[in-house]
């Protein structure tokens, strides 16, 4: 049987989830707070509707560079070339980010 390699995985976007560019490219994902814990707090608390998420600058690059369709291995190159040695350690910090993504909700990893 054939271990899986996580790098090889295509990350795909959250379809309903918003985002926003700024002038400098940084990313700002915005997550509605739904269920029902999060109206109460909403209403008890004055807790926002709506939470923003604003990502760094590398990982505004990724977010952009997520098309549903390249894999971890193919974006870390683009991230290597674009960032050089400051992405360094390149594939287990991107492995981590797109962990810390799917555990959110924020995208999907498919084959």
């Not at 379809?15 to 915005?30: A, F, M, Q, R």
């Not at 707090?41 to 990982?59: C, T, V």
Request: proline letters at 4%; a positive charge; charged letters at 30%.
């Amino acid at each position: 049987m054939k271990k899986e390699n996580f790098l090889e995985k295509i990350p795909c976007r959250n379809g309903s989830i918003n985002y926003t560019t700024n002038d400098k490219g940084i990313v700002t994902l915005e997550i509605e707070n739904k269920g029902i814990f999060n109206k109460i707090a909403q209403r008890l608390f004055k807790k926002p509707k709506i939470s923003y998420i604003h990502l760094d600058e590398m990982g505004s690059f990724i977010w952009l560079l997520i098309d549903n369709k390249t894999n971890i291995i193919a974006l870390g190159e683009r991230v290597k070339d674009h960032f050089g040695e400051d992405a360094e350690p390149l594939y287990p910090r991107l492995s981590k980010y797109f962990g810390i993504l799917e555990s959110y909700g924020f995208i999907n990893i498919k084959q």
